[in-house]
């Protein structure tokens, strides 16, 4: 067995090196990525022996390996990687199924490249899970708030000067934020909990590209943000029949009577048409909601399923998502709708799908 400072230091020592001979960090964290991958570094650190390490131990000194990569080399592909939904992996998504969210949620991320990839030393950094109900995690009524913790905690280790975590709330905000476990864990990995209750709190702004939703007052920090993170919780829903990355959008806008007086699948789609879009969009399928959503009923609407969708590509992930509660993503009218106004690809058969089972 090899020490663990030993392994840091070897990997950081690689990184440096090659960070002299590579600028382009799309493709450094992709050459690193595969390097560690295929376990070439492992074999190298000490000749003649296999060194063994668990999952758990790789895991937890890689994150910190590919934090640091993500941090320390120039990111200069970062602003095109914003404005498109490809990435340096070749993988369009990955969907992980059989760990826990914070678990699945370090193995997910490091496929992508790693946090680094998204997130610049300095950045403030926008966290937006679904705390629209007061429930209790175990309702499944709101995104899991072990998964809100992890990602703060990549984020913050990976340099960004803060991070905000928010949802306009549908019941009470004090108890939804309390009661969902959110606000807690959030403050726990050193995030900064915003209130969305006052109209106060947003600013209007226009959406071009909508059919009919032209407006919309959001909030403040998402517009001050450099680096949004969308966390919706996959569930049920009897307006829309399902709710996940488009849908929670809903909660960074001030009248969402609007939304639902209008044709809310085309509001919904209309949104995302808006120039501030999610960088990564994190799903939630640990405890899935799959009748009487958005709030339930009781815990026999829930179902274990224990898996996470991550992707830049929020149509993508909510058509993955619609399958999960098998649904066909044709079906969903704002899916459909987004897809068409080119804002994301629905066809999953023509995508790159990393799948992981733990």
């Given amino acids: 067995m090899i020490g663990s400072s030993y392994l840091y230091f070897q990997i950081d020592y690689f990184l440096r090196k090659l960070q002299k001979h590579l600028t382009n960090c799309e493709y450094t964290t992709y050459i690193l990525h595969r390097i560690i991958k295929k376990k070439r570094i492992f074999r190298n650190l000490k000749k003649g022996k296999a060194i063994k390490m668990k999952r758990r131990d790789f895991f937890k000194k890689s994150i910190g390996a590919g934090l640091a990569a993500g941090a320390a080399i120039s990111l200069g592909g970062y602003d095109k990687l914003w404005h498109t939904t490809s990435l340096p992996t070749g993988f369009d998504m990955v ?155 809903m909660g960074v806008v001030w009248d969402r009577g609007y939304w639902h007086k209008n044709n809310l699948d085309q509001c919904i789609a209309d949104y995302a048409s808006y120039i501030k879009k999610p960088a990564l969009n994190i799903i939630d399928c640990y405890n899935v909601m799959t009748k009487n959503g958005p709030q339930g009923v009781s815990k026999e609407d829930i179902v274990n399923m224990q898996s996470m969708i991550i992707t830049t590509d929020w149509v993508a992930g909510d058509a993955a998502a619609a399958k999960m509660l098998s649904l066909n993503p044709s079906d969903i009218n704002y899916i459909s709708m987004a897809h068409k106004m080119g804002i994301g690809n629905m066809n999953l058969e023509s995508l790159n799908i990393k799948r992981i089972k733990m």
């Avoid at 678990?103 to 679904?130: A, C, H």
């Avoid at 960004?160 to 549908?170: G, K, L, N, P």
């Avoid at 109209?199 to 909508?210: A, C, D, L, N, P």
């Fill in 95 to 249: 969907a992980i199924m059989g760990g826990k969210p914070d678990s699945m949620f370090d193995l997910g991320i490091q496929e992508l490249g790693g946090i680094g990839m998204f997130v610049r030393k300095g950045q403030k950094v926008l966290v937006k899970p679904n705390i629209g109900w007061d429930r209790t995690p175990e309702n499944a009524a709101n995104t899991n708030p072990l998964l809100v913790k992890r990602i703060v905690e990549h984020c913050l280790r990976a340099g960004a000067s803060e991070v905000y975590v928010f949802d306009h709330t549908c019941d009470n905000w004090v108890n939804c934020y309390k009661n969902s476990g959110i606000e807690k864990y959030a403050k726990d990995a050193g995030a900064k909990i915003v209130p969305a209750n006052s109209e106060s709190y947003y600013q209007e702004v226009s959406i071009t590209g909508g059919k009919i939703l032209k407006n919309a007052k959001v909030h403040q920090i998402v517009l001050e943000a450099d680096v949004f993170i969308n966390v919706p919780v996959l569930k049920d829903h009897s307006s829309t029949r399902m709710t996940c990355c488009l849908k929670n959008m």
